[in-house]
């Protein structure tokens, strides 16, 4: 089980970071992905980062505002998010891959029930 957690409200240029923390899992085994879903819209990449932490991706909308990092001690996958702009405001989902990363939605294996973010001008 993933459990996403640490949306809130926030204004613009304001910073979050978001947790994904394994239950049952050992995350370690896993690589893992950031992905948030927009009212009305499709649910989309923002970052994944490979199972040693060696190799991290990142969506163009967050690349230099956003990183992506895991402490596989804690079981943890965290989301770190600077600058923040309107457009941000989604609902972030964390999910895990058995083998290799990557950026396709539909490639994860398991989904966390996702966390609230709400970035105002």
């Known amino acids: 089980q993933l459990q996403a957690s640490g949306g809130g409200l926030v204004q613009a240029g304001g910073s979050l970071r978001l947790s994904c923390a394994a239950s049952?899992?050992?995350?370690?085994?896993?690589?893992m992905g950031w992905f948030r879903q927009a009212p009305g819209k499709e649910r989309e990449f923002v970052t994944a980062?490979?199972?040693?932490?060696?190799?991290?991706y990142y969506a163009d909308s967050v690349k230099g505002r956003f990183t992506i990092s895991r402490d596989n001690a804690k079981n943890t996958v965290y989301l770190q998010m600077n600058s923040l702009k309107p457009e941000d405001t989604a609902v972030y989902f964390c999910?895990?891959?058995?083998?290799?990363?990557?950026?396709?939605?539909?490639?994860?294996?398991?989904w966390g029930q996702g966390t609230l973010v709400t970035v105002s001008s």
């Open positions: 980062i490979s199972r040693s932490g060696g190799s991290t």
């Open positions: 049952g899992r050992t995350v370690s085994n896993y690589a």
């Open positions: 999910a895990a891959r058995l083998v290799a990363v990557t950026i396709i939605k539909d490639d994860y294996d398991y």
